[in-house]
């Protein structure tokens, strides 16, 4: 699935096509994804003009001069092709702008979705609730995650994939970020001490960032809206290298957590 570094390569590569332009055509090719696609979107964004991009968590918002926001959530194999030759099966939303550009949003599995929000409104949207802080925003630091996690039993690795303590982190990173902050996944969240906490968020906060100037990691399906694919997957230090040896002179080892393969090192992550 996307991760947030995805999300964010997709929304910056739709940026130049989309913003500030006028949308002349918007078709939904079928009347939903994972759930049911707006039936007034064709309605409400045709005409418009997109005034801005933006992430939240996983999720892409595009603006409108109208008032609504567009939010696409790319699933497990969702993404946005630029200019396409010529349209799929597959392409379930397809918008052409003022100045002839066209833009498809392809999701074979359709596990994506499609919401149109009054932007006004966004902070109540049902997913975006219980968000807790984005992991690249001065909201979450050292601080703020020991306050978090004072008093929780569960491991370390799965409170940084419950989206109500911080936004938008998945699986790749979370391992990449406990390995490169030498902390154990399964250590309990409440037990990390301040200074380990400072280490980790700074880990996340390089990690993402390097992600997304790298284009994300492209895992099957996923690909930038340009159609190049990420190469962060070749910076992975811990995931998907189960049995290499780690930098410390280590192994890395697999285990399944919650039906989630972590990738670590029992040597240097303690």
Same mark, same amino acid.
């Given at each position: 699935?996307?991760?947030?570094?995805?999300?964010?390569?997709?929304?910056?590569? %739709?940026?130049?096509?989309?913003?500030?332009?006028? $949308?002349? +055509?918007?078709?939904?090719?079928?009347?939903?994804?994972?759930?049911?696609?707006?039936?007034? /979107?064709?309605?409400?964004?045709?005409?418009?003009?997109?005034?801005?991009?933006?992430?939240?968590?996983?999720?892409?918002?595009?603006?409108?001069?109208?008032?609504?926001? $567009?939010?696409?959530?790319?699933?497990?194999?969702?993404? &946005?092709?630029?200019?396409?030759?010529?349209?799929?099966?597959?392409?379930?939303?397809?918008?052409?702008? !003022?100045?002839?550009?066209?833009?498809? /949003?392809?999701?074979?599995?359709? #596990?994506?979705?499609?919401? /149109?929000?009054?932007?006004?409104?966004?902070?109540?949207?049902?997913?975006?609730?219980?968000?807790?802080?984005?992991?690249?925003?001065?909201?979450? !630091?050292?601080?703020? $995650?020991?306050?978090? %996690?004072?008093?929780?039993?569960? +491991?370390?690795?799965?409170? /940084?994939?419950?989206?109500?303590?911080?936004?938008?982190?998945?699986?790749?990173?979370? =391992?990449?970020?406990?390995?490169? !902050?030498?902390?154990?996944?399964?250590?309990?969240?409440?037990?990390?001490?301040?200074?380990?906490?400072?280490?980790?968020?700074?880990?996340?906060?390089?990690?993402?960032?390097?992600?997304?100037?790298?284009?994300?990691? +492209?895992?099957?399906?996923?690909?930038?809206?340009?159609?190049? $694919?990420?190469? #962060? #997957?070749? !910076? &992975?230090?811990?995931? *998907?290298?189960?049995?290499?040896? =780690?930098? =410390? *002179?280590?192994?890395?080892?697999?285990?399944?957590?919650?039906?989630?393969?972590?990738?670590? =090192?029992?040597?240097?992550?303690?």
């Amino acid at each position: 699935m996307p991760e947030l570094p995805e999300v964010e390569t997709t929304v910056r590569g %739709l940026e130049p096509v989309l913003a500030g332009r006028r $949308l002349v +055509s918007v078709e939904p090719r079928r009347p939903d994804l994972r759930r049911p696609i707006p039936a007034d /979107l064709r309605q409400r964004l045709t005409g418009a003009m997109v005034t801005g991009l933006g992430r939240r968590a996983k999720y892409g918002l595009i603006d409108t001069d109208r008032g609504d926001t $567009l939010i696409f959530h790319l699933g497990m194999s969702g993404r &946005w092709r630029l200019e396409p030759d010529e349209i799929g099966k597959h392409d379930h939303l397809v918008i052409q702008t !003022s100045e002839g550009k066209s833009v498809a /949003l392809n999701d074979p599995r359709r #596990f994506g979705s499609l919401d /149109l929000i009054e932007t006004a409104a966004l902070d109540q949207f049902a997913p975006f609730v219980a968000l807790g802080p984005e992991p690249l925003g001065p909201d979450f !630091s050292p601080a703020y $995650l020991k306050g978090a %996690l004072t008093g929780r039993k569960g +491991s370390i690795k799965a409170l /940084l994939l419950d989206q109500r303590v911080v936004a938008g982190l998945g699986n790749i990173y979370v =391992c990449e970020a406990l390995h490169q !902050s030498h902390i154990a996944p399964g250590t309990a969240g409440g037990r990390i001490r301040i200074a380990r906490l400072e280490r980790l968020v700074l880990a996340i906060k390089e990690i993402l960032q390097s992600a997304i100037e790298a284009g994300g990691s +492209s895992l099957r399906d996923y690909a930038r809206p340009d159609g190049e $694919l990420g190469y #962060f #997957f070749k !910076s &992975w230090r811990a995931y *998907g290298r189960e049995g290499e040896p =780690c930098a =410390c *002179g280590g192994q890395i080892r697999r285990r399944v957590d919650g039906g989630r393969s972590t990738f670590y =090192c029992p040597q240097c992550q303690h």
